[in-house]
């Protein structure tokens, strides 16, 4: 059972039960068989992600040790390595997909001003409920929010190495998905 579902989604076998563990979002597995019915193959030959990356401090200090290193930003282009379009997070998943098995690390300096719970009266948000309440102004934030959980997921499916950036007000790590894959990191 195991074995033909991940074939259909062009995924490793543990990969997918990590996913299923956690609870992964079900849009996150439509992704993976959409990238499979357009025959698109990704090779695993990236060491180094980092998303939300600024200048690429990281990428250019792992580049100096040879690793195959990516750096992914807004600033370079903001349709295509914009985790809030479309185009852009197919892109980042494809990245975060292409690390190398036990042997990838990602990095992930997600803007942690939306998440901090420092605005609770007015977003809702704390470490009982992370998305806070749900209205238009807050929907932008929650978006960024679950698809960099969902990167940070297909990094962990993969067994790669995880760093996540962010204050010790971030309401972030009390996202369910990811405290449950926290504990087995």
């Known amino acids: 059972m195991w074995s033909t579902r991940a074939t259909l989604l062009g995924i490793h076998v543990d990969q997918l039960r990590r996913l299923v563990f956690v609870k992964a979002p079900p849009v996150l597995f439509h992704i993976y068989r959409r990238l499979k019915h357009d025959k698109l193959d990704i090779p695993a030959d990236l060491e180094f992600v ?3 990356c600024g200048a690429q401090a990281l990428c250019h200090g792992f580049r100096a040790f ?4 990516i750096g992914l930003d807004l600033q370079q282009h903001e349709i295509f390595q914009n985790v809030m379009s479309p185009e852009g997070f197919a892109n980042q998943l494809g990245h975060t997909q292409r690390m190398v098995a036990f042997v990838g690390f990602q990095h992930h300096g997600v803007v942690c001003s939306p998440f901090v719970w420092l605005c609770r ?3 809702g948000r704390d470490s009982e409920m992370p998305t806070g309440f749900v209205t ?4 932008h934030h929650d978006i960024m929010a679950n698809r ?3 990167l940070m997921l297909v990094g962990w ?3 790669a190495g995880e760093m ?4 010790g007000s971030s309401v972030m790590p009390n996202m ?3 405290q449950k894959a926290v504990r087995f990191m």
């Open 176 to 178: 369910r998905c990811l």
């Open 164 to 167: 996540f950036e962010q204050p």
């Open 148 to 150: 960099s959980a969902m």
């Open 157 to 159: 499916s993969k067994f």
């Open 50 to 52: 980092e998303t939300f």
């Open 66 to 69: 040879q690793w195959r290193a």
């Open 136 to 139: 238009a102004r807050n929907t």
């Open 121 to 123: 009266a007015t977003t």
